[in-house]
């Protein structure tokens, strides 16, 4: 079955630097890569996604980039700000049509200020 | 327009007994999945249902059921809980069902086995 790792598993950057978060998944029928930011005690909500006919897609501070080939996609924060502190969890689906995410273990991202 | 609803939040339970988990998508959305978040296995999949039907399944035992309704409301039933059943469950709908829509979660179910 599907699997996806994620790395790293936390992440401490200081205020106004650039966080990079890396995901591998294993199956070349998924063509769906949401990324989800769950703060503690909160929802994972969706922050980006991208599908499988887009190489970049950018969202203000958000950017996330996709290697079919290399079944590789990461998420790009930059200008990062105490508030983007949170887990970010990427996952990847769309096989067959489902709506069946398979979710990487998650990165605790820690701004200092 | 409000979000996925789920009810209720907390919930303590003994091993042994059984409980069933609710969840109200959002107006319009026709596809729930539920999800199982656990500090040592993250997010897995438990189900999904659209228009009603179940289209997926995760790797779970047979102690893990769910339905969907016309309304597209759904329901998740858990039996002979045991300790390890002990997670938050999330219920996420989305608009299309087709594989490539945004996944809207809900706040969640606690449960607690003792």
């Known amino acids: 079955g599907e699997n996806v790792e994620q790395h790293p598993s936390t992440l401490s950057v200081q205020e106004g630097d650039s966080a990079v978060i890396k995901c591998t998944y294993s199956d070349s029928a998924s063509n769906y890569f949401p990324w989800y930011k769950q703060e503690l005690g909160k929802r994972p909500q969706l922050i980006i996604d991208?599908?499988?006919?887009?190489g970049e897609k950018k969202d203000q501070r958000i950017a996330v980039t996709l290697n079919k080939t290399a079944k590789h996609f990461s998420l790009h924060i930059t200008e990062t700000q105490p508030e983007d502190s949170a887990v970010y969890f990427c996952?990847?689906?769309?096989?067959?049509?489902?709506?069946?995410?398979?979710f990487g273990k998650g990165t605790k991202l820690t701004v200092n200020p | 327009k409000a979000g996925v609803t789920q009810t209720p939040r907390y919930l303590i339970k003994t091993r042994g007994q059984q409980v069933t988990l609710s969840c109200s998508p959002i107006?319009?959305?026709?596809?729930v999945s539920w999800y199982q978040q656990t500090p040592g296995q993250g997010l897995q999949f438990l189900f999904e249902y659209f228009s009603e039907t179940q289209r997926n399944k995760g790797n779970f035992p047979g102690r893990f059921s769910g339905r969907q309704f016309s309304n597209s409301r759904s329901e998740m039933n858990v039996s002979t809980l045991e300790l390890g059943d002990s997670a938050l469950y999330l219920c996420?709908?989305?608009?299309?069902?087709?594989?490539?829509?945004?996944?809207?979660f809900g706040n969640g179910t606690r449960l607690t086995v003792t």
């Open positions: 996952a990847a689906g769309g096989q067959g049509g489902s709506e069946k995410l398979v």
């Open positions: 991208i599908r499988s006919n887009v």
């Open positions: 996420a709908s989305s608009l299309a069902g087709s594989g490539d829509s945004p996944l809207h």
């Open positions: 107006s319009g959305h026709r596809s």
